[in-house]
């Protein structure tokens, strides 16, 4: 196979996929993962992927936030690993808040019912989950609901966070880095992401390794800032140990 024919069945499973990973590409095309790299760096110059960790994305899934419905689409078997093990996180009692996002909202199917729990929540769909469990004494943040994801933003999350303490706060991210932390595409929820780290004693981001080696315009949280990464097994060795170094602690699932 020529490298153009290649590389066009790259950019076709990457579309297709929403990601792809060097060491899956160079197993199915029977090449070497160094000739996948070459592969891949020709198409980022091209301007039709963005080199991630171990792979690389479609450009115009970074450039377009996705939706709360496409997104549950993707690496539902790897949500739901973190989702168990971010409930063992959990307080046998207090206060937690659940941030709006698919991975969150794995976490609030699989809530427990054997505790007395107060959650605080700006998304529609966790709130109706936990609404019919009797041991939840369950908060709404007011706002301005996105409908691209479901998340109520805007002064109204801001003023309410301002005045509470919460004892774990679970935030979800659009990307993360070593060099720029944890960012989001869209300002106002940024601003409510924001707001939530700072409102809690302790703060766990659940997010899957396809978000690493991805920056987005608006930082949320400083790495610093987190406490606990808790992620997939296809996180890096690498990146691990350069998270660890900053003081946060990473749990791969």
């Not at 505790?115 to 769909?125: E, G, H, K």
């Not at 908060?139 to 109520?152: H, K, P, Q, S």
Request: aromatic share 4%; net charge negative; with cysteine.
């Amino acid at each position: 196979m020529y490298a153009p024919e290649r590389q066009q069945l790259i950019l076709e499973r990457a579309r297709g996929r929403g990601r792809v990973e060097v060491a899956v590409l160079a197993e199915e095309l029977k090449v070497t993962s160094e000739t996948v790299r070459r592969d891949l760096t020709a198409l980022e110059r091209r301007g039709f992927l963005r080199r991630v960790h171990g792979g690389a994305l479609p450009v115009e899934r970074i450039e377009m936030e996705p939706t709360l419905a496409s997104r549950r689409q993707y690496f539902g078997e790897r949500k739901r690993r973190i989702a168990h093990r971010a409930v063992e996180e959990l307080p046998t009692d207090g206060t937690i808040l659940l941030d709006s996002g698919t991975t969150t909202q794995a976490i609030a199917d699989h809530f427990p019912r054997d505790r007395q729990l107060t959650v605080i929540t700006n998304s529609i769909a966790i709130a109706a989950t936990l609404s019919e469990i009797d041991t939840v004494a369950l908060y709404v943040l007011g706002g301005r609901v996105r409908t691209r994801t479901g998340a109520a933003v805007g002064e109204w999350v801001l003023n309410a966070l301002d005045d509470v303490c919460i004892d774990i706060a679970f935030l979800g991210t659009n990307g993360f880095t070593v060099a720029r932390g944890m960012t989001t595409p869209d300002q106002v929820e940024a601003g409510a992401k924001r707001a939530m780290a700072a409102a809690a004693r302790r703060v766990v981001v659940v997010t899957d390794s396809t978000k690493a080696g991805q920056e987005h315009f608006h930082r949320f949280a400083k790495l610093e800032d987190v406490d606990l990464l808790i992620t997939d097994t296809n996180l890096d060795d690498e990146t691990c140990e350069q998270l660890d170094a900053t003081g946060m602690d990473v749990v791969r699932t």
